[in-house]
Structures are given as structure tokens and as C-alpha cells.
């Protein structure tokens, strides 16, 4: 069973930085794609960023963009979520998930929450002052 965990999440003011990491256990396949979403509370599941772990192709929401960077060491199945300038409105749950094989990313072109099948428990980030 694939397992993703998530860690790195904490109180941080606004204006300030965090770096969440997702350990993946090994999977069958080499090909995949990783995402991060969050979740506020009340809110929707949104997804911020996703990554091709073959390629590298990303996307990035436009709350995301210029303000977060996805990152990858295949060798380690782990995947990084670098945010700056982090605002309130950045506050939620953030999940990792993973969908086995690849799919087209780009500009406006997310993995999509319904695609992905393996999901972690998530770790909370609150920004606050």
C-alpha cells in the first residue's frame, strides 16, 4: 500500500516562509505525478501545485504562482513545497497525493483532485499574527 506523509507545516506570521516536504514510499511505477492541495476550514479541497516526477512539468494555482515552488528528489520518492510571503488566506490543511502515471500539466492545467489516488493525512499550516 503506497503511503505518503507530509510534514513541515506550523504557525508562521505573514510575510514569513515554510518548506513542507512529502515522503512517498517506493511505487511500482516510475512515472507519476505529485500534488499538493489545501484545505481551509468551511472551504473546498484546492489544489496549489503539481508536479511530474519524470519531467518535471508543474502547475501552479494562481494564489501559488510566483509565491511557491515545487520541487522533486525522485531518487527519495519525496517532494517539496517551498511558500513565501505567506498570508492568511494560506491557512488550511495541505495534502500530498499521488496519481500513478503521467498527465499533461501546464499553465492552467492542474493534475486534478479526482485523478489522484493515494492522498496523505496532511499537515496543518496556519498563518497568523
Known amino acids: 500500500q503506497a503511503q505518503l506523509v507530509e510534514s513541515g507545516g506550523g504557525l508562521v506570521q505573514p510575510g514569513g516562509s515554510l518548506k513542507l516536504t512529502c515522503a512517498a514510499s517506493?511505487?511500482?511505477?516510475?512515472?507519476?505525478?505529485t500534488a499538493w492541495f489545501r484545505q481551509a476550514p468551511g472551504k473546498e479541497r484546492e489544489e496549489v501545485s503539481c508536479?511530474?516526477?519524470?519531467?518535471?512539468?508543474?502547475y501552479y494555482s494562481a494564489s501559488a504562482k510566483d509565491r511557491f515552488t515545487i520541487s522533486k528528489d525522485h531518487a527519495k520518492s519525496t517532494v517539496y513545497l517551498e511558500m513565501t510571503n505567506l498570508q492568511p488566506t494560506d491557512s488550511g490543511v495541505y495534502y500530498c497525493a499521488v496519481h500513478l502515471g503521467s498527465l499533461y500539466v501546464g499553465p492552467g492545467v492542474p493534475c486534478g483532485l479526482w485523478n489522484m489516488a493515494h492522498w496523505g493525512e496532511g499537515t496543518l499550516v496556519t498563518v497568523s499574527s
Open positions: 517506493r511505487f511500482a511505477k516510475d512515472d507519476y505525478m
Open positions: 508536479i511530474n516526477m519524470q519531467d518535471s512539468t508543474q
